[in-house]
C-alpha cells in the first residue's frame, strides 16, 4: 500500500527536477513512517493524505502560480525550444534554397522559350518565310508550353508556402 | 468550501500555526486536518512553495520517538507575507459583512 502510493505519485512528479521530486517522496515517506509509529493504521494514514493524482495536481497548480520556481523546468524548455528553433531554421534554409536553385533553373527555361518567337522572327528576316516553317511551329509550341509552366509554377508557389508554413509550425506543442 | 477560497485560507491557517512554534508536516496536518476538511497530501505542495518563496527554512531534528523530523521555521519574510495576508483578509471580510449585513435589514423589514 505504502511502496504502491510513493511509486505511484513519484510516477505523477515526473514533471519536477530529480532533487526536488525526492524531497517530495521524502516529505510524504517522514509524513507515513510518523504515522505508522504513532501506531495508526497505515491504510486510513495513506488514504487521508489523498490520493496521488489530487496531490501531483495540487504541485502542478503551486509550481505554476508561482513563477520563479517555473525555472527549472522552463530552462529545459526553453533549451528545447532553442534546439527546435534552430533545427526548423536549418530546414527551412535549406529547403528554400534548393527551391530557389529549382526557380532559377526553371525560369531560365521559361525564358528563353518565350524569347523563341522573338528570334523566330529574326529567322524569317534572315532566311525567308518558307525556309523557317520548322522554326515558326517549334518556337509556337515552346512559347506555349513555357505558359503551361507559368500557370503550374503558379499553383505550385501556393503549395510551397502551406509547406512553409507547415515547418515553422513544426513541433511547436513540444515547447 | 469553494476550493480557491480554501487554499487562500489554508494559506494563512498554516502560516499562523507555525508562527506560534516550528512544526513538522504530520503535526502540522494532523493539526488542520481536525479543524478543516482536506486531502492531508495537499498540505506538503503548499509546504513545499512558501518554503521556495523564501516564507519557511526547515531544518531537520532527530526524534528520540520515531523517524527523524523536518521542522518549518517562519521567516521574517514569512512573517511579512502573514501580516499583508491578515490584513488583506480583513478588509475581504469586512466588505463582505457589509453585503451581508445589508442583506439581513432588507430581510428584516420585509
Known amino acids: ?175 | 468550501m469553494n476550493a480557491q477560497l480554501k487554499k487562500g485560507l489554508l494559506e494563512i491557517c498554516v502560516l499562523i500555526m507555525i508562527e506560534n512554534s516550528d512544526k513538522y508536516g504530520y503535526e502540522l496536518a494532523s493539526n488542520i486536518s481536525s479543524k478543516i476538511e482536506i486531502a492531508e497530501g495537499t498540505l506538503y505542495p503548499l509546504l513545499s512553495r512558501l518554503t521556495k518563496q523564501g516564507y519557511f527554512e526547515t531544518y531537520i531534528l532527530e526524534s528520540n520517538e520515531g523517524p527523524p523530523r523536518k521542522y518549518y521555521r517562519i521567516t521574517q519574510k514569512g512573517l511579512d507575507y502573514l501580516n499583508q495576508l491578515i490584513k488583506e483578509w480583513e478588509e475581504i471580510s469586512e466588505s463582505i459583512n457589509y453585503f451581508i449585513n445589508l442583506r439581513e435589514k432588507r430581510r428584516e423589514s420585509l
Open chain 1, 1 to 175: 500500500m505504502k511502496e504502491n502510493f510513493l511509486s505511484e505519485l513519484e510516477k505523477r512528479l515526473s514533471f519536477l527536477p530529480e532533487n526536488e521530486k525526492r524531497e517530495i517522496i521524502k516529505d510524504f515517506n517522514e509524513h507515513i513512517q510518523i504515522g505508522k509509529y504513532l501506531g495508526k493504521d497505515l491504510n486510513t494514514v495513506i488514504k487521508s493524505l489523498g490520493s496521488p493524482e489530487e496531490i501531483a495536481n495540487e504541485l502542478i497548480a503551486e509550481y505554476s502560480s508561482y513563477s520563479p520556481i517555473n525555472y527549472t523546468t522552463h530552462d529545459k524548455l526553453s533549451l528545447k525550444f532553442i534546439v527546435l528553433n534552430y533545427l526548423k531554421l536549418m530546414i527551412l534554409s535549406t529547403f528554400n534554397v534548393f527551391l530557389l536553385l529549382v526557380y532559377l533553373f526553371v525560369w531560365s527555361f521559361i525564358l528563353a522559350f518565350l524569347l523563341s518567337p522573338v528570334i523566330a522572327l529574326f529567322f524569317i528576316y534572315y532566311n525567308g518565310f518558307s525556309q523557317s516553317l520548322f522554326f515558326i511551329f517549334v518556337s509556337m509550341t515552346l512559347f506555349n508550353i513555357a505558359l503551361l509552366i507559368f500557370r503550374l509554377i503558379k499553383n505550385f508557389n501556393r503549395y510551397l508556402l502551406d509547406i512553409n508554413r507547415k515547418i515553422v509550425k513544426l513541433g511547436t506543442y513540444i515547447c
